[in-house]
């Protein structure tokens, strides 16, 4: 089960594994490499773009994040959780207006469907858990399951990558 909600509606007396993309409490740290800013200032999303500058943020951020080691990592880390059947409670701001920490998470959980072909539920309080089905896979098709192991692969090259060029990479005493 995946469940999109404020800091405060965080299921309490239930076994969630907890990550936060963008609320602004402190308690809970923050997924690294997922909240950033487009480098090109066409994409910057606002309350007033249009659906093709909607789209062209939603292609960057896609692309960003399935590419970038650091934020590849906290969508890992999400979708390893599910796939090993927890329960995933991911903490977002408030929807009090479309802003750009909004259209950040919903961008985030575009992709979430998109890509995985995951269900997902967003909560306003702690009681609406009650309300969500709580039973079959995550993944809705076998597409999704086969994206999810082909981006695990990707991110794994990827990691290594990055430890080779940062000369971070584990070296086996066997040498």
Known sequence: MLVFGPFRAIPRNSDFTVFNLSSPTQYIEKLPGLFVNPPDKSLYPSVEMGEQVERSFDAWYYNYVLNDPTACSSLMAIL?????????????????????VSILNESFMKLIQ???????????????????PQDGCDF????????????????????????????????????
């Open 114 to 132: 998109t890509r995985y072909d995951i269900k997902y539920s967003i909560i306003n309080n702690a009681e609406d858990i009650n309300y969500i």
């Open 140 to 175: 809705m098709s076998v597409m999704g399951i086969q994206n999810f192991d082909n981006d695990r692969k990707r991110y794994l090259t990827l990691s290594v990558e990055n430890q080779i060029m940062t000369n971070t990479l584990p070296m086996s005493d066997d040498y």
């Open 80 to 100: 390893t959780a599910l796939y090993d059947g927890r329960h995933v409670y991911v903490c977002i701001a408030d929807y009090i207006n479309a802003d750009y």
